[in-house]
């Protein structure tokens, strides 16, 4: 046993975690988890917050209508009987759950509810806040925008109380409508009647050309002398309203110690009333527009004008408004006092004010895919346990990956250093890579461990072969040298046969040589088996007759079709047979029997050549290594009953050499039977020229 050197031990030793499989393995899953997890976090917060944006721009589509709507029902009805109908329908077309609650939270009506609205329903899944706050008073401007444009009172225009107008009165105000459209056409100024909320009718405009004073005072005077054939002041209800609505803004001025105003039909004031200029024309106390109030204010602007000047031309002085008036603050205060004017108005004509909570718990939104702190927090903390897991996972797989490498690498270094390899363990799961690679590793081994051995054996084999004849030769010469031995006839005989051994022995080796080393050459022409056999038959008839064995040579009855030929060395071939033929002959005892016959396989492709005997037969544990080299049945080497040992084993390499194959079958005691095959010339030119 040679001891290691340090190369041997430096190979041994433990690879630094950063070089090893195992801290590859864990770079590279660590990597790829790290990115995972940082793409489908980062995916999956993209996604969602462009998902999040849609929904949210939808439920606000969907929010706007369902509050617009309902907002109208109040506008229009002094309570919320019958709204549960208008709820179950805006719920079925929006998909969403809709609750109507009093501020209270007082059910009014559920979607989700099959009972009537009022009949009460649990608020227990209802979200902390309301969605929003149906009030025609005071309008959302969040989810109607249009609110804020059409003025300062938030006050939904479909929530028009004591001014809405009744049938009649409609009818009236209908008729003096159309009768200016239609005047106003006749004139070539297209025109259409509109209505309000309240029911009041109105001519619009289509094509508004005198909007920034761009009309003739002609084209004023046509319109207003339309406009006065059909007067459209205000009826009756709506003096009332507006009498009723001017009495309790002038009560809110008053409480602030401010002076009192007249009220317009269009909700505007006067401020020529506030100091004594009832005569003041103002076109909204008819119910006109700015465009009618124009036409019919253009004669008094002119004579107002008139008044003036001759005031002027008199020394007389003008009249101002009070300087509370021209105040901005003064309109702000009468603007407030118009609005809660309008809200204590409406009550008793609109429906009170309800909370409106839109898919219960979370409409207003969908938690936990912001990117709050807090969100932010718990991803990375589910980052950092999944990579963790990762890792952890990482190590042990590498580990027991790892663990069967290491001791393979042992068990090579150990066998490159001469020492005796001990299997390695296969891993539990034996059918995978590692466990295939354990498998194939321990079966190379015991292989080479068998090579190692036949090797030995096969050098002490051949030492012994080459003494035997030398010491045969040494013996002889060292007596005729001491004049004990004459120099005579036999003598030189025996010397000649020693040598003769002892030279069959070394072209036997040469020729195992040359087969190991696929330098074997072979001198291939067509061979007719027949001929091959009875020239072999022929030359071993006499060893055969010598032994008392009856050497025999089968060949077909008449008339069967020849065999087909060879592609084979001939003296090669012959060489085979002979080793097989000799073999046979000299483990048969006396009166025994070799038998030589041919034949072809089933398929057609192959020549086999049957060599048999009724020997002694070879037992069954050693078939295996008839063929191996130095090998014989009879271990006592006694050259009368064995020969060298070779001659199987150069059968083998030459059947090899051919392409072919030869194996035995033998029962002990009862002989043996040697069969080459060989392929046809046929068979070798279908296979092509890679064939041996």
């Known amino acids: 046993m040679r001891r290691p050197d340090r190369g041997s031990a430096a190979g041994a030793a433990r690879l630094p975690l950063r070089k090893s499989l195992a801290g590859r393995l864990l770079t590279v899953t ?45 506008a229009t009805h002094p309570d919320w009987d019958g ?10 077309e929006s998909g969403r759950r809709i609750v109507l609650t009093t501020p209270g939270r007082r059910p009014i009506v559920d979607s989700a509810d099959s009972r009537s609205a009022g009949g009460g329903s649990s608020d227990d899944l209802l979200a902390q806040q309301a969605s929003a706050v149906v009030d025609p008073r005071s309008v959302d401007t969040v989810l109607v925008p249009d609110a804020a444009k059409a003025g300062a009172d938030r006050v939904d225009p479909r929530a028009v109380g004591p001014f809405r107008l009744p049938a009649k009165e409609h009818d009236t105000l209908r008729k003096a409508a159309a009768g200016r459209a239609e005047c106003l056409s006749q004139m070539g100024i297209a025109a259409d009647v509109v209505e309000s909320p309240g029911g009041r ?9 005198t909007e920034g004073g761009t009309d003739s005072v002609t084209d004023r005077d046509m319109e207003a002398k339309c406009f006065a054939s059909y007067p459209v002041g205000p009826s009756a209800t709506e003096r009332k309203a507006l009498s009723a609505l001017n009495q309790l803004a002038d009560a809110c001025l008053k409480r602030q110690g401010r002076t009192a105003v007249k009220l317009n039909l269009d909700l505007s004031w006067d401020r020529s009333y506030a100091y004594g200029r009832d005569d003041a024309v103002s076109g909204a106390e008819d119910g006109l527009s700015d465009r009618e109030a124009k036409a019919l204010a253009a004669k008094k602007a002119a004579e107002d004008a008139a008044t003036a000047e001759r005031k002027a031309a008199s020394g007389g002085a003008l009249d101002y ?13 009468v603007a407030n006092c118009v609005e809660s004017a309008r809200r204590e108005q409406l009550t008793g004509y609109v429906a009170e004010s309800a909370l409106l909570f839109i898919d219960g718990p979370g409409a207003a939104g969908v938690p936990g895919f912001d990117l709050s702190r807090a969100n932010t927090a718990r991803i990375a903390g589910v980052t950092a346990l999944v990579l963790a897991l990762t890792v952890g996972a990482s190590v042990l797989a590498g580990a027991r990956l790892v663990r069967p490498l290491h001791a393979l690498t042992g068990a090579a270094q150990r066998m490159r250093e001469g020492l005796d390899a001990t299997p390695v363990p296969v891993p539990v799961v034996s059918d995978n890579e590692i466990g295939r690679l354990t498998a194939a590793f321990n079966d190379m ?12 054996v096969m050098v002490s084999d051949v030492a012994h072969e080459l003494r035997t004849p030398l010491s045969n030769i040494r013996g002889w010469l060292e007596a ?9 006839p036999a003598f030189v005989s025996s010397l000649l046969e020693e040598a003769v051994q002892l030279q069959h022995l070394i072209n036997d080796l040469q020729d195992l040589g040359a087969a190991d080393a696929g330098a074997l050459r072979l001198h291939r022409k067509p061979v007719r088996i027949d001929e091959l056999l009875g020239q072999v038959a022929a030359a071993h008839q006499g060893l055969a007759e ?30 085979t047979v002979s080793n097989l033929l000799s073999n046979a002959v000299r483990h048969t005892p006396a009166g025994g029997t070799v038998t030589l016959r041919r034949y072809v396989t089933d398929p057609g492709d192959e020549l086999a050549v049957e060599v048999s005997d009724t020997g002694s037969g070879i037992p069954a544990g050693d078939l295996p290594y008839v063929f191996d080299r130095f090998w014989r049945a009879e271990k006592s080497r006694n050259r009368s009953t064995g020969g060298s040992g070779l001659g199987l084993a150069i059968v ?21 039977t040697f069969t080459l095959r060989l392929p046809t010339a046929e068979s070798r030119k279908a296979e092509g020229p890679g064939r041996p």
């Open 30 to 74: 660590a990597l790829v988890a790290s990115c995972s997890v940082a793409a489908t976090a980062w995916l999956a917060v993209q996604t969602t917050s462009v998902a999040i944006r849609q929904e949210q721009g939808q439920n606000l589509k969907s929010d706007a209508k369902i509050y617009n709507t309902l907002l109208g029902y109040a």
């Open 83 to 92: 709204v549960d109908t208008t709820v179950r329908d805006l719920a079925q």
């Open 201 to 209: 009718p109105r001519v619009q405009f289509v094509s508004d050309e």
């Open 321 to 333: 408004a009070p300087a509370e008036i021209r105040d901005s603050a003064y309109d702000r205060a």
């Open 445 to 456: 081994a015991a292989h080479r461990a068998r090579l190692e051995e036949q090797r030995k």
């Open 480 to 488: 005729a040298h001491d004049g004990l031995a004459v120099p005579d």
């Open 546 to 575: 010598t032994a008392g064995v009856t050497l025999t040579v089968l060949t077909p009855p008449p008339g069967t079709p020849h065999p087909p030929l060879l592609d084979a060395d001939p003296v090669r071939l012959r060489q």
């Open 652 to 672: 083998l390499k030459l059947a090899e050499a051919h392409g072919g194959t030869v194996d035995v079958a033998s029962t002990e005691g009862e002989g043996a």
